[in-house]
C-alpha cells in the first residue's frame, strides 16, 4: 500500500498561518468581530442536544494543501470558549467515496489551547458514502487569542492511504486584543476626522 498525500510540515503551518491571518483580517472590523462572538455565544441555545446537530448547520474545518474527496469535516462549539474553562468541540467526519474500507483520526491542540479529552477517532470500518461519523473532543484554553485544532484522517481504500489534514480556528475570549485596540483606535482616528471636516 502507498501513501499518496503526506503535509509537510512547512505546508501545514503556512496554511494555519493563512487561516489566522483570514481571522485577524475579518477582526478588523468591529462589526464582523461581533457577528463571530453572537454566533459562538448563540451556539449552546440553538438546539436542545448539541451533539446531534445536523452537519448542514455546522462548519467546514478547512483543509490543509488540496482539498476535495474521500472525506469531509465539520464542527460547532457548543459555547463561547474562555481562558482556563473545558469547552466542548462537536465534529462529524463526513465520508464521501463508495468504496472505503476504514477512516481513523487524529485530533491535537496547539500551545495555548490543550486537548484534554477525545483526542483519538477509533477506525471505523467500511462506511458507508454519506454516513455522519460523530466525536467530541473537549478543549481547554489557556489564555485569550486565536488558537487552532489540527485534525489529521486517514481514509484507507483498496490500494491506497489518503491522509486529509484540518485546521479549525478557536477563538479565546477576546481574541487578540491588540487588534481591537487597533480597530476601535482606527474607528476613533475616523470619527475624529469627519467631525473637524464639519467645522
Do not use: W, Y
Amino acid at each position: 500500500m502507498k501513501t499518496s498525500t503526506r503535509i509537510s510540515r512547512v505546508g501545514g503551518a503556512v496554511a494555519v498561518a493563512g487561516v489566522l491571518l483570514g481571522l485577524c483580517a475579518c477582526g478588523s472590523s468591529s462589526g464582523n468581530a461581533d457577528t463571530t462572538h453572537s454566533k459562538q455565544t448563540s451556539t449552546s441555545k440553538r438546539v436542545t442536544d448539541p451533539a446531534n446537530r445536523p452537519p448542514e448547520d455546522m462548519v467546514a474545518a478547512v483543509s490543509v494543501g488540496k482539498g476535495g474527496p474521500p472525506v469531509g469535516l465539520k464542527f460547532e462549539l457548543r459555547s463561547t470558549p474562555q481562558a482556563g474553562q473545558p469547552v466542548d468541540l462537536d465534529l462529524v467526519v463526513l465520508p464521501d467515496a463508495a468504496s472505503i474500507d476504514r477512516i481513523d483520526g487524529r485530533f491535537d491542540g496547539s500551545e495555548n489551547l490543550a486537548l484534554v479529552e477525545g483526542g483519538d477517532l477509533g477506525a471505523i470500518e467500511k462506511p458507508a458514502q454519506g454516513s455522519v461519523i460523530r466525536h467530541v473532543v473537549r478543549l481547554l484554553p489557556k489564555q485569550d487569542g486565536i488558537s487552532t485544532v489540527t485534525a489529521a484522517v486517514t481514509v484507507t481504500l483498496a490500494n491506497d492511504s489518503i491522509t486529509r489534514t484540518f485546521t479549525i480556528p478557536v477563538v479565546v475570549g477576546e481574541g487578540l486584543p491588540e487588534l481591537t485596540a487597533k480597530s476601535e483606535a482606527s474607528d476613533g482616528d475616523s470619527a475624529a476626522g469627519t467631525s473637524s471636516k464639519s467645522h
